[in-house]
């Protein structure tokens, strides 16, 4: 089976600090996404990596970072955590671009 | 308007009924379709694909109709354990989610 694991389940920061939210998958898969989900909103996909040290925009880039040092760990990171980043957030990972999507259990972040 | 819609719902039905959910999408050009299943506090997995023949899972039944761009999920006998969030995925140059349907099957 398929293992997507995250660093935490509930994270939570205040305005202003560094963020960094870690995903570790077991599948030797290439493709890793971040997402943030939102009610109302579904998943909306934030950076994503077909590679190693590769990394592509998603639909809402703006206020994150990615890094993937390592083929088996995608790493989120906000810069500068701001109260409208609250929010669940998810990482994936699939053998291809398009297929299938493994997730992880989700880590619920608030700012205050 | 959004790539992939659905009614939030929730729909709350009785053990045993049948209900029926379905998605709209506007890009005419996407070559997959999937439903995901969502439950409480945890993340999404995939429930099935959708073909254009139509397919069956069960008690689970997805629909395409690429004319009207839309894509459907039947759920026959519903279970209590069929409780959970509905995500649409849309396929094109990437998956997109849409934001779910709720069920809620009660006793």
């Known amino acids: 089976d398929v293992k997507v694991t995250q660093s935490s389940r509930y994270l939570v920061k205040r305005t202003g600090e560094k963020v960094f939210l870690e995903c570790v998958q077991d599948?030797?898969?290439?493709?890793m996404f971040w997402y943030r989900q939102d009610p109302g909103l579904g998943l909306r996909l934030i950076y994503f990596s077909y590679d190693v040290k590769m990394k592509e925009k998603g639909d809402i880039p703006e206020g994150y970072s990615v890094s993937r040092e390592k083929k088996e760990r995608f790493s989120l990171i906000l810069e500068s955590a701001s109260t409208n980043q609250t929010s669940m957030y998810l990482c994936?990972?699939?053998?291809?671009?398009?297929?299938?999507?493994?997730f992880g259990p989700g880590t619920r972040l608030t700012v205050t | 308007r959004k790539e992939v819609e659905q009614d939030p719902g929730p729909f709350n039905v009785p053990e045993g009924a049948t209900v029926a959910f379905n998605c709209t999408y506007s890009?005419?050009?996407?070559?997959?379709f999937f439903w995901y299943r969502q439950d409480c506090r945890k993340e999404p997995k995939l429930l099935m694909s959708?073909?254009?023949s139509g397919n069956e899972d069960g008690r689970f039944t997805a629909q395409l109709n690429r004319a009207s761009q839309y894509i459907s999920l039947l759920i026959r006998d519903s279970k209590l354990s069929d409780s959970a969030t509905y995500l649409c995925v849309v396929r094109g140059n990437k998956l997109v989610f849409g934001a779910g349907t709720i069920l809620r099957v009660k006793s």
């Open positions: 599948m030797d898969h290439e493709n």
């Open positions: 994936a990972s699939s053998s291809d671009r398009v297929r299938e999507q493994y």
């Open positions: 890009n005419s050009a996407s070559q997959s």
């Open positions: 959708v073909y254009s």
